[in-house]
């Protein structure tokens, strides 16, 4: 019960939030901002009481929905989707928090509208990440769609409608072809059981013959792919993060796309393992390309909510690299690269967000000398930026070295390339910094940006104090994550490879 | 006590950096205690170390265990032995002096508060380096440090000139870190450790290509770190930060942690004889670049990081001989860390004293006005151009030696170093402290005040003393035996000769110099009509010329068209075929979207309705 408890707190305070008077705004955005911490808390109940011995699912509960189609109402969670609801409980708080008066100023929307759709979104990314039910899954995966286009085309900048219809359109035909490949699913299952499921668990146990599995991957793979893009189904995405507000972003980039990589994980590996061998060299070429080509791109923006955006397509590049590399490093490493991509993404998004509203421009260059004006601003974008370049000591750095190792192991060129990315890195990070922070303060500068306040800042401390905190005892996380790992290595059957040199008394 | 080492400073740099304005009245004395506590553990440690046999000096402290996945099991623990104390002593030692030294240097600063959190957080990020017990660990500390300099070098964030530097110095650095990254992978995947310990047990087990790969990433790695060829264009930018932080990172301490890493991962060199070769060779060549960069520069800091580079390919040369070079790479570092942290300190008395103008053709006859730091300079200059009995003798002529029992011509390139670096001290100290003055008009040069001489005095007394006694006292090829082995050169040229040839070199390197600018009188406006060679050098050998055509050109190119081709060719593809199924184009956007938008909520409505209705049916 617990787990379905968890995913209707949101959409019970979303319903209580819309039910509130309009004039009474301030009251909307508590009440909201009470329930997406009530769901923090019991999120963190979940992941304290979670056993870290089994990568089995837990806290499965299971509920007859439409018995003639077999499909049921099956939610559990294992390490990996524990962690990601927790991470997207921290960060809706923190995006409400960061996005306190963003919907004052929206010409479409109320401050209690954008609010409320905040709490449905957050509802359906719960759901989607517990759901264990592949016909549950779909429903939530796109359900999600359309909070996130309101919230993208009602309160977004000038270019938000074409924004929000453009990430609506791609998500669309994605979860279309994810829909075909559900139903030849079904039909298989059906073929092999007599009756058909969408239970993700029986559906892993199935022996689907290799050629099938290569037809059915592509469905989901290309549904997954867009989400949580790799290049070339990207395009979508700078437009809509640079369109959306702040928080928007936040929530699209750092936890909504996770959903696209938590798919490969949850659902492309386990069912489809033949499948996943068979593509995985050619993945692995696209997450380098999105790696490579993410970071260039982003050197060459001028719109600093796209440059952030493009980042995330290479950071994705590493996860995906991760995943396909099928070690136990690359794993659990591109399943905390998630969590912590989350929140170095969010606390850029979230510092240029209050540094974008003050200016009022996007534009790199009409920033300058930021760091004169507002030293702390300064110093909390140059740590979130610092997180993002995966300096050691920040988590990111745990998890994209992981990935690395666990590629090197398995794809030497690969992981060779990958780790030339780490080069552009910091061109991306620091000469944004050096751009838009240091140097003499232009008049303009000078006159709209002030100190990051108490409110503005209790939204970003929390998140670089967990990636630092992270950083130096990363295996809080990962302890729940291996588990988790093992068993997905165990579905695909695959196991490290062992090096060839063996010391004995090697002393650790 | 490994961890109050590290510590102590950190704690340091934690306060000032989160306490705000409430520090900053006593932050900077903090920190200066923070390093000296430090500093005193160190000594304390060494002394313990000294009391034991041989065989029992290291110790290991455990911490946590940090990452665990499958085969990557990394510790958080932390190994002392006798290689790692040496760098403990000079990186507290010199690191709590500079600190000292600071406190005058910054008293006027808005910043110092943050100046000595910056200082404080190196000086626990180079602990880490040298005292983690794995590859992966010393990668933390290694970063950290890069993240120290790069702050510290970007210090002055409002100039423009400064902010560049800093960001230039961390991106090579990056370069170099790829070495050491793609080091630690080729270790995983080969031994499936990372702590020096196993890597060292398995090195001769694994396959010679291996190892030498695993060599030349190393090698690439402190080539980045300690401003080697190729990566060694960041070293002179790097003069942008404050002085003491040129003397501390940039001199004394973290441009050494390329040398420190290949005498710690010795098993790997001591077996791939290529890997070896390369090592010689970029020390070869930097020593020589370093010191031709050096004879032209009219900025004294400059001239000193010239300067910096050559020594530093002095010690990276030897560490490339092997069991013969180790011990001497090391004492050269040791000694290096000390005459130069003296000449920086004294580089910025002089600057203190003259609004702080770097152009040396701006100085002159400045030996009466501040006679302390022109005693102390003057100790420094003699230890550096390796005159007896002075610290840089003892340990560049061991270097010398050895690098003749390598190769004829290697030995050639360090003698030929040792004359020029004879050249460029001479023409500092005369262009700086003899001649006439040549001060700009409102410039009276004044002496600094004893919180920042006494530092500088320390230090000219290591310049002085230094070397004597860590080779006769401290029988440092010995003491460091255990860890990197030992044994004497093999050589057809005996020290007796070799000598003598050497002290001549210098001899008519310094010489030269003094026609040139002792003799003569110095132009105020550097001249013009000069050979191609000075163009060269004052030029920094066009290390940036070149960086920019092979890399930044293309790099931008190549970032353009990509952007244009995101832009123009996915999103335009991709909207051509949505223009071709829904029939939607630029011109007609605001019908479409009242289409999508409808098309949305029917979608969304509809969903909703077959919900109900099949959870109705359920009932």
Same mark, same amino acid.
């Given at each position: 019960?617990?787990?379905?408890?968890?995913?209707?707190?949101?959409?019970?305070?979303?319903?209580?939030?819309?039910?509130?008077?309009?004039?009474?705004?301030?009251?909307?955005?508590?009440?909201?901002?009470?329930?997406?911490?009530?769901?923090?808390?019991?999120?963190?109940?979940?992941?304290?009481?979670?056993?870290?011995?089994?990568?089995?699912?837990?806290?499965?509960?299971?509920?007859?929905?439409?018995?003639?189609?077999?499909?049921?109402?099956?939610?559990?969670?294992?390490?990996?989707?524990?962690?990601?609801?927790?991470?997207?409980?921290?960060?809706?708080?923190?995006?409400?928090?960061?996005?306190?008066?963003?919907?004052?100023?929206?010409?479409?929307?109320?401050?209690?509208?954008?609010?409320?759709?905040?709490?449905?979104?957050?509802?359906?990314?719960?759901?989607?990440?517990?759901?264990?039910?592949?016909?549950?899954?779909?429903?939530?995966?796109?359900?999600?769609?359309?909070?996130?286009?309101?919230?993208?085309?009602?309160?977004?900048?000038?270019?938000?409608?074409?924004?929000?219809?453009?990430?609506?359109?791609?998500?669309?035909?994605?979860?279309?072809?994810?829909?075909?490949?559900?139903?030849?699913?079904?039909?298989?299952?059906?073929?092999?059981?007599?009756?058909?499921?969408?239970?993700?668990?029986?559906?892993?146990?199935?022996?689907?013959?290799?050629?099938?599995?290569?037809?059915?991957?592509?469905?989901?793979?290309?549904?997954?792919?867009?989400?949580?893009?790799?290049?070339?189904?990207?395009?979508?995405?700078?437009?809509?993060?640079?369109?959306?507000?702040?928080?928007?972003?936040?929530?699209?980039?750092?936890?909504?796309?996770?959903?696209?990589?938590?798919?490969?994980?949850?659902?492309?590996?386990?069912?489809?393992?033949?499948?996943?061998?068979?593509?995985?060299?050619?993945?692995?070429?696209?997450?380098?390309?999105?790696?490579?080509?993410?970071?260039?791109?982003?050197?060459?923006?001028?719109?600093?909510?796209?440059?952030?955006?493009?980042?995330?397509?290479?950071?994705?590049?590493?996860?995906?690299?991760?995943?396909?590399?099928?070690?136990?490093?690359?794993?659990?490493?591109?399943?905390?690269?998630?969590?912590?991509?989350?929140?170095?993404?969010?606390?850029?998004?979230?510092?240029?967000?209050?540094?974008?509203?003050?200016?009022?421009?996007?534009?790199?260059?009409?920033?300058?000398?930021?760091?004169?004006?507002?030293?702390?601003?300064?110093?909390?974008?140059?740590?979130?930026?610092?997180?993002?370049?995966?300096?050691?000591?920040?988590?990111?750095?745990?998890?994209?070295?992981?990935?690395?190792?666990?590629?090197?192991?398995?794809?030497?060129?690969?992981?060779?390339?990958?780790?030339?990315?780490?080069?552009?890195?910091?061109?991306?990070?620091?000469?944004?910094?050096?751009?838009?922070?240091?140097?003499?303060?232009?008049?303009?500068?000078?006159?709209?940006?002030?100190?990051?306040?108490?409110?503005?800042?209790?939204?970003?401390?929390?998140?670089?104090?967990?990636?630092?905190?992270?950083?130096?005892?990363?295996?809080?996380?990962?302890?729940?994550?291996?588990?988790?790992?093992?068993?997905?290595?165990?579905?695909?059957?695959?196991?490290?490879?062992?090096?060839?040199?063996?010391?004995?008394?090697?002393?650790? | 006590?490994?961890?109050?080492?590290?510590?102590?400073?950190?704690?340091?740099?934690?306060?000032?950096?989160?306490?705000?304005?409430?520090?900053?009245?006593?932050?900077?004395?903090?920190?200066?205690?923070?390093?000296?506590?430090?500093?005193?553990?160190?000594?304390?440690?060494?002394?313990?170390?000294?009391?034991?046999?041989?065989?029992?000096?290291?110790?290991?402290?455990?911490?946590?265990?940090?990452?665990?996945?499958?085969?990557?099991?990394?510790?958080?623990?932390?190994?002392?032995?006798?290689?790692?104390?040496?760098?403990?002593?000079?990186?507290?030692?010199?690191?709590?002096?500079?600190?000292?030294?600071?406190?005058?240097?910054?008293?006027?600063?808005?910043?110092?508060?943050?100046?000595?959190?910056?200082?404080?957080?190196?000086?626990?990020?180079?602990?880490?380096?040298?005292?983690?017990?794995?590859?992966?660990?010393?990668?933390?500390?290694?970063?950290?440090?890069?993240?120290?300099?790069?702050?510290?070098?970007?210090?002055?964030?409002?100039?423009?000139? /400064?902010?560049?530097?800093?960001?230039? #110095? %961390? *991106?090579?650095?990056?370069?170099? &870190?790829?070495?050491?990254? +793609? $080091?630690?992978?080729?270790?995983?995947?080969?031994?499936?450790?990372?702590?020096?310990?196993?890597?060292?047990?398995?090195?001769?087990?694994?396959?010679?290509?291996?190892?030498?790969?695993?060599?030349?990433?190393?090698?690439?790695?402190?080539?980045?770190?300690?401003?080697?060829?190729?990566?060694?264009?960041?070293?002179?930018?790097?003069?942008?930060?404050?002085?003491?932080?040129?003397?501390?990172?940039?001199?004394?301490?973290?441009?050494?942690?390329?040398?420190?890493?290949?005498?710690?991962?010795?098993?790997?060199?001591?077996?791939?004889?290529?890997?070896?070769?390369?090592?010689?060779?970029?020390? /070869?060549?930097?020593?020589?670049?370093? #010191? %031709? *960069?050096?004879?032209?520069?009219? &900025?004294?800091?400059?001239? +000193? $990081?010239?300067?910096?580079?050559?020594?530093?390919?002095?010690?990276?040369?030897?560490?490339?001989?092997?069991?013969?070079?180790?011990?001497?790479?090391?004492?050269?570092?040791?000694?290096?860390?000390?005459?130069?942290?003296?000449?920086?300190?004294?580089?910025?008395?002089?600057?203190?004293?003259?609004?702080?103008?770097?152009?040396?053709?701006?100085?002159?006859?400045?030996?009466?006005?501040?006679?302390?730091?022109?005693?102390?300079?003057?100790?420094?200059?003699?230890?550096?151009?390796?005159?007896?009995?002075?610290?840089?003798?003892?340990?560049?002529?061991?270097?010398?030696?050895?690098?003749?029992?390598?190769?004829?011509?290697?030995?050639? #390139?360090?003698?030929?170093?040792?004359?020029?670096?004879?050249?460029?001290?001479?023409?500092?100290?005369?262009?700086?402290?003899?001649?006439?003055?040549?001060?700009?008009?409102?410039?009276?040069?004044?002496?600094?005040?004893?919180?920042?001489?006494?530092?500088?005095?320390?230090?000219?007394?290591?310049?002085?003393?230094?070397?004597?006694?860590?080779?006769?006292?401290?029988?440092?090829?010995?003491?460091?035996?255990?860890?990197?082995?030992?044994?004497?050169?093999?050589?057809?040229?005996?020290?007796?000769?070799?000598?003598?040839?050497?002290?001549?070199?210098?001899?008519?390197?310094?010489?030269?110099?003094?026609?040139?600018?002792?003799?003569?009188?110095?132009?105020?406006?550097?001249?013009?009509?000069?050979?191609?060679?000075?163009?060269?050098?004052?030029?920094?050998?066009?290390?940036?010329?070149?960086?920019?055509?092979?890399?930044?050109?293309?790099?931008?190119?190549?970032?353009?068209?990509?952007?244009?081709?995101?832009?123009?060719?996915?999103?335009?593809?991709?909207?051509?075929?949505?223009?071709?199924?829904?029939?939607?184009?630029?011109?007609?956007?605001?019908?479409?979207?009242?289409?999508?938008?409808?098309?949305?909520?029917?979608?969304?409505?509809?969903?909703?309705?077959?919900?109900?209705?099949?959870?109705?049916?359920?009932?």
């Amino acid at each position: 019960m617990l787990l379905t408890i968890m995913l209707l707190i949101p959409l019970v305070g979303s319903i209580a939030v819309f039910l509130l008077p309009a004039s009474k705004p301030a009251l909307a955005k508590q009440v909201a901002l009470g329930f997406a911490l009530i769901t923090l808390v019991v999120s963190s109940v979940v992941v304290v009481g979670l056993d870290n011995s089994t990568g089995l699912l837990q806290y499965v509960e299971s509920y007859e929905w439409i018995a003639a189609f077999g499909i049921s109402w099956t939610l559990g969670v294992n390490g990996i989707s524990a962690l990601l609801i927790v991470m997207t409980a921290i960060l809706v708080p923190i995006a409400m928090i960061a996005g306190w008066w963003d919907a004052e100023n929206a010409t479409r929307g109320t401050a209690k509208g954008y609010f409320s759709l905040i709490l449905i979104l957050e509802s359906c990314i719960i759901g989607a990440f517990a759901a264990n039910d592949l016909f549950l899954f779909f429903v939530f995966f796109e359900a999600m769609l359309f909070p996130i286009y309101f919230l993208i085309g009602k309160f977004g900048g000038p270019q938000r409608a074409y924004a929000a219809m453009k990430f609506l359109l791609y998500s669309l035909v994605g979860g279309l072809f994810m829909l075909a490949a559900m139903i030849g699913l079904y039909v298989v299952s059906a073929r092999e059981l007599g009756t058909g499921t969408f239970d993700v668990v029986t559906l892993t146990s199935l022996n689907i013959d290799p050629g099938t599995q290569k037809m059915l991957f592509l469905g989901f793979f290309f549904a997954f792919a867009v989400k949580a893009p790799l290049v070339p189904f990207h395009t979508w995405l700078p437009d809509a993060a640079a369109e959306a507000t702040p928080g928007t972003s936040t929530l699209l980039v750092g936890v909504l796309d996770k959903v696209g990589t938590f798919g490969m994980l949850h659902f492309l590996l386990p069912i489809f393992p033949e499948a996943s061998k068979f593509y995985a060299p050619v993945i692995i070429v696209l997450a380098v390309i999105s790696i490579f080509y993410g970071a260039l791109v982003a050197i060459g923006q001028t719109d600093v909510m796209r440059l952030i955006a493009f980042t995330s397509i290479s950071h994705f590049g590493f996860i995906v690299l991760g995943i396909f590399a099928f070690t136990s490093q690359g794993l659990s490493g591109a399943s905390f690269y998630m969590v912590n991509h989350g929140f170095s993404t969010g606390a850029l998004f979230l510092v240029l967000g209050y540094l974008v509203s003050r200016r009022g421009s996007k534009r790199i260059a009409d920033f300058g000398g930021v760091q004169k004006v507002a030293p702390l601003m300064a110093g909390m974008f140059l740590l979130s930026g610092l997180s993002s370049l995966a300096l050691p000591g920040m988590s990111s750095f745990v998890s994209e070295f992981l990935v690395l190792a666990g590629t090197f192991a398995v794809n030497q060129p690969a992981a060779i390339f990958a780790t030339l990315g780490i080069v552009l890195a910091a061109v991306y990070i620091l000469w944004m910094y050096q751009r838009m922070m240091t140097g003499v303060p232009s008049q303009e500068v000078t006159e709209t940006v002030t100190e990051i306040n108490r409110r503005e800042l209790s939204a970003v401390a929390p998140l670089l104090v967990l990636l630092i905190a992270l950083g130096f005892f990363p295996q809080i996380a990962l302890d729940s994550l291996n588990p988790a790992v093992q068993q997905i290595q165990e579905y695909i059957g695959f196991s490290d490879p062992q090096a060839p040199v063996v010391i004995e008394g090697s002393g650790e | 006590m490994i961890a109050a080492l590290i510590g102590l400073p950190l704690l340091g740099a934690v306060v000032l950096l989160l306490g705000g304005r409430r520090t900053n009245a006593w932050g900077h004395l903090l920190a200066v205690v923070m390093s000296a506590s430090s500093f005193f553990i160190a000594a304390m440690l060494f002394m313990q170390m000294v009391g034991k046999p041989e065989e029992e000096r290291e110790i290991g402290q455990f911490l946590f265990d940090w990452i665990a996945v499958g085969a990557f099991q990394i510790p958080f623990g932390f190994y002392l032995d006798q290689l790692a104390i040496v760098f403990v002593l000079l990186i507290t030692g010199v690191g709590t002096l500079i600190h000292i030294y600071s406190i005058g240097y910054m008293a006027h600063d808005p910043n110092r508060r943050q100046f000595f959190g910056y200082l404080n957080l190196f000086i626990a990020s180079m602990l880490l380096l040298v005292l983690a017990d794995n590859y992966f660990l010393l990668y933390l500390g290694w970063e950290s440090v890069g993240l120290a300099s790069y702050l510290l070098i970007s210090f002055y964030q409002q100039k423009p000139s /400064a902010a560049a530097a800093g960001k230039k #110095a %961390f *991106i090579v650095n990056r370069v170099g &870190d790829v070495g050491l990254a +793609l $080091a630690i992978l080729l270790m995983f995947v080969t031994f499936g450790t990372l702590s020096f310990e196993g890597v060292a047990a398995g090195a001769g087990l694994a396959a010679p290509t291996t190892v030498t790969w695993i060599g030349l990433a190393l090698l690439l790695a402190a080539c980045g770190k300690s401003a080697q060829f190729p990566l060694q264009s960041w070293l002179l930018d790097a003069m942008e930060g404050p002085t003491p932080v040129s003397a501390l990172i940039h001199a004394a301490t973290m441009v050494t942690a390329g040398v420190y890493l290949i005498v710690r991962a010795h098993a790997i060199f001591d077996l791939s004889e290529t890997a070896r070769t390369a090592v010689v060779i970029v020390g /070869a060549i930097t020593l020589l670049l370093g #010191a %031709f *960069i050096g004879t032209a520069k009219d &900025d004294i800091k400059k001239g +000193l $990081a010239g300067s910096t580079m050559s020594q530093i390919g002095y010690m990276i040369l030897a560490a490339g001989l092997g069991p013969v070079g180790y011990v001497f790479a090391i004492f050269h570092l040791l000694t290096h860390g000390m005459f130069k942290a003296g000449l920086f300190l004294g580089a910025g008395s002089v600057m203190h004293g003259m609004h702080d103008d770097v152009n040396m053709r701006h100085y002159g006859a400045l030996r009466t006005m501040m006679k302390v730091t022109y005693a102390t300079f003057a100790l420094g200059f003699l230890a550096i151009i390796g005159v007896p009995p002075f610290a840089g003798f003892w340990s560049k002529d061991e270097i010398i030696h050895a690098a003749f029992g390598q190769n004829l011509f290697i030995g050639l #390139a360090t003698l030929l170093g040792a004359g020029v670096t004879a050249f460029y001290m001479t023409r500092m100290m005369a262009m700086t402290f003899f001649g006439e003055a040549r001060w700009e008009q409102d410039v009276k040069p004044h002496e600094s005040p004893a919180v920042m001489t006494i530092p500088m005095i320390v230090l000219a007394l290591g310049s002085a003393f230094g070397g004597m006694a860590m080779l006769f006292i401290g029988d440092i090829e010995h003491w460091l035996e255990p860890v990197t082995g030992f044994a004497y050169p093999q050589n057809s040229v005996s020290k007796a000769v070799l000598i003598p040839i050497t002290l001549a070199v210098i001899l008519g390197g310094a010489g030269y110099a003094w026609l040139c600018y002792g003799r003569r009188p110095i132009p105020v406006d550097a001249p013009t009509n000069v050979s191609l060679l000075t163009k060269a050098a004052r030029a920094d050998a066009y290390g940036d010329a070149i960086n920019e055509s092979l890399f930044m050109r293309p790099g931008q190119y190549l970032t353009r068209s990509l952007t244009w081709f995101d832009a123009k060719a996915i999103d335009g593809f991709v909207g051509g075929i949505a223009a071709a199924v829904g029939g939607l184009s630029a011109r007609s956007r605001r019908l479409q979207n009242g289409y999508v938008r409808s098309y949305a909520l029917t979608m969304f409505g509809g969903a909703t309705l077959i919900a109900l209705i099949l959870l109705l049916v359920r009932l």
